[in-house]
């Protein structure tokens, strides 16, 4: 199955696939969709929404995408890592706080509305 272009709502994503990871690219500035390079054996950790939003935006979540084909079977497992929905998910850094205090209930909603746009769109 393949999946549109989106960043993962969680802290972070832990993935496992058979055929290591062919099809999962990732959206690289200036250069565009790139694959996930496969290593045997490895497992990909994802960044997610709420890593970026704790970290002031120093880890970025990335918008990652699958790609599958007609040739090729493809299996992966998927495991999302998140705080409980009431918690309070704020930037913890010194610097000036790039993003507000949200609940991660709060932020779902808010992404259900607005996908991809969210973290820009919440962002101080
Ligand atoms: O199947 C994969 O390699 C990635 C899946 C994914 O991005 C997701 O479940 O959020
Ligand atoms: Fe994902």
């Known amino acids: 199955m393949g999946m549109a272009p989106h960043t993962d709502s969680s802290l972070f994503t832990i993935l496992h696939g058979t055929q290591p990871f062919a099809g999962l690219q990732v959206l690289k500035d200036g250069i565009g969709w790139v694959p996930v390079p496969p290593v045997s054996g490895a497992l990909v950790v994802n960044i997610g929404d ?30 999302f890592y ?18 507000p205090s949200i609940t991660r209930k709060d932020y779902l909603d808010l992404k259900a509305k607005h996908f991809n746009d969210t973290l820009s769109l919440i962002r101080i």
């Open 82 to 99: 998140m705080p409980p929905l009431d918690s309070k998910i704020s930037p913890l850094s010194l610097d000036p706080p790039r993003y």
């Open 50 to 79: 709420i890593l970026h939003i704790l970290s002031n935006g120093r880890f970025h979540s990335v918008l990652h995408r699958v790609v599958v084909n007609r040739t090729h079977h493809r299996y992966s497992v998927a495991f």
